[in-house]
């Protein structure tokens, strides 16, 4: 039972390249998050998903993007890269209110 | 706006003692806490969480302790040991809301021999 795969583990981006960071998982959960985590401080949601084909801004949206075309799946993609965005992502699911998130091992991506 | 506050970056305890992880919130709306431990190049792991209708939950070595009126929870670990060296992080959210979750800042906890 894999729970939440997150690919690449790692990235190094180029300044104005574009990416798009998967995530992948088998528990069925409707709820799905990405937060990034930003060295010394706590997590920031990005975007999440209550269901396939809904999805909403988090508390740092700018400069990302998602779709949730299964629910399975919920990728993160970055259009055009900034040295800002260097920072550890983290994709999770939530099987409903009262259950904790579970995370995926995250993507360390540096932009240069 | 910080609404969940982890005041201490860091703790080191001695193996066997207790370590207590402190944690403050300003939206009085928040009616679901969360404790999550966190080792370098790992996700965050669900540790134990308490609902705004309890005091005290535990599980374990690990209680978590609510009170509402000084909006304040705290996580307990008794007895410590050095496996529990980690960032933890306090998370907490509005009934309602996509279950989204706001974290605190973490606090490293090292835990010596």
């Known amino acids: 039972n894999a729970g939440v795969t997150q690919t690449p583990k790692f990235r190094i981006l180029k300044i104005g390249q574009s990416m798009t960071l998967q995530c992948t998982q088998d528990?069925?959960?409707?709820?799905m998050y990405w937060y990034r985590q930003d060295p010394g401080m706590g997590l920031k949601l990005i975007y999440y998903?209550?269901?396939?084909?809904?999805?909403d801004k988090g508390e740092v949206p700018n400069g990302y993007n998602v779709s949730r075309s299964t629910t399975e799946d919920f990728p993160l993609r970055l259009e055009l890269a900034a040295p800002s965005q260097t920072s550890v992502y983290f994709c999770?699911?939530?099987?409903?209110?009262?259950?904790?998130?579970?995370f995926g091992s995250g993507t360390r991506l540096t932009v240069v | 706006d910080q609404q969940v506050k982890q005041n201490s970056p860091s703790l080191s305890v001695q193996e066997g003692r207790i370590s207590i992880l402190n944690c403050d919130y300003t939206n009085s709306m928040f009616d679901y806490f969360l404790w999550y431990k966190k080792y370098p190049a790992e996700g965050p792991t669900f540790l134990i969480s308490i609902s705004s209708i309890k005091d005290k939950n535990e599980d374990g070595r690990f209680t978590v302790f609510l009170n509402k009126s000084a909006k304040h929870l705290s996580l307990h670990i008794v007895p410590s040991q050095p496996g529990d060296s980690a960032v933890y992080f306090c998370a907490a959210n509005v009934y309602g809301t996509a279950s989204k979750l706001t974290f605190g800042t973490g606090t490293r906890l090292q835990v010596t021999l």
């Open positions: 999770a699911t939530r099987q409903g209110a009262n259950y904790g998130y579970t």
């Open positions: 528990m069925n959960h409707n709820y």
């Open positions: 998903s209550v269901g396939a084909g809904i999805t």
